[in-house]
């Protein structure tokens, strides 16, 4: 790697606003997602993550509408490569560059603080590829680079030496080469970003769809079912999720998706956030994205 002196990647905060999910698809409108970004800004947080692959980039453009006209050396912006628009799947170096300028366009940024690939097998992360990752690190398009998964490839990830985070489920369900795992990316001198932090919890009571939020969310867990990629409940409520995961050593920050203002309250005081004075609020028609 090149010994060429890196612009520092903005400190984030111990909770992240994922921009996926339903707030890539019209069950949460864009007026809707925009507030909630607001929402999480005023409470301390400026970690947000999303991807191209999450609703054919509608979650960038969304979050790019959502921060226009912040500051942009307050805000930590993730996305990913390698999965693009339609879902294919594509590593090579000049696909993944391809990928991250057409990021920085929809999120309306001239760099990332993290760009990280999305799932890729370990021949995926080839030499040649890295080598580019690092050519864009040094033009000053990204800030870090690392790996979001799930599975043995984080294993080549912590082996290649080359990234500076790992992305990865953390939640009470997970098995013991898992955990090791993610010691092992600690060890490393890799900070752990947790996703999914509420997989395997014990679940309530199923209640009926009030939104379009919640048809999603009983969308995707019939297809869960269906592909047999359903986590069965673990040992730990749905309450005492998001804790655990905040406790685990190693665990730099947890990303969570979340569709209600008092559920991002909620994380935010367990993540140990200080709000900052509330924002202005902005009409129907000044909110960004409104349409």
Not at 149 to 155: A, C, I, Q
Request: glycine share 10%.
């Amino acid at each position: 790697m090149s010994d060429t002196p890196q612009i520092p990647a903005t400190p984030f905060s111990r909770l992240g606003f994922g921009v996926t999910g339903p707030h890539a698809s019209p069950a949460v409108s864009r007026r809707e997602t925009a507030r909630l970004i607001a929402e999480a800004i005023d409470l301390g947080i400026n970690l947000f993550d999303t991807g191209p692959a999450y609703g054919r980039g509608e979650g960038e453009r969304r979050l790019g509408q959502a921060l226009h006209g912040r500051a942009r050396d307050q805000l930590y912006i993730a996305t990913k490569a390698g999965i693009d628009l339609h879902r294919h799947r594509d590593f090579s170096a000049g696909a993944v560059e391809m990928s991250l300028r057409g990021s920085l366009e929809r999120l309306q940024t001239p760099y990332v603080d993290l760009l990280l690939l999305h799932g890729p097998s370990a021949a995926d992360m080839s030499d040649r590829l890295l080598r580019r990752l690092e050519a864009l690190r040094e033009r000053g398009m990204i800030r870090q680079i690392g790996v979001c998964g799930r599975g043995p490839e984080l294993d080549a990830a912590i082996d290649a030496g080359a990234f500076d985070i790992l992305m990865a489920p953390v939640n009470a369900g997970l098995d013991a080469a898992a955990l090791t795992r993610l010691a092992r990316a600690s060890e490393a001198g890799m900070q752990v970003i947790g996703i999914e932090a509420i997989s395997g919890a014990a679940r309530a009571r199923p209640r009926l769809p009030a939104s379009g939020a919640d048809l999603w969310y009983l969308a995707r867990a019939a297809k869960q079912v269906m592909t047999g990629t359903r986590v069965p409940p673990g040992p730990v409520p749905s309450g005492g999720a998001l804790k655990w995961t905040l406790d685990q050593n190693g665990v730099s920050a947890v990303v969570c998706l979340t569709t209600r203002s008092a559920n991002l309250a909620a994380n935010a005081r367990l993540a140990g956030l200080e709000a900052r004075s509330v924002s202005p609020q902005l009409s129907g028609r000044d909110l960004p994205g409104a349409q």
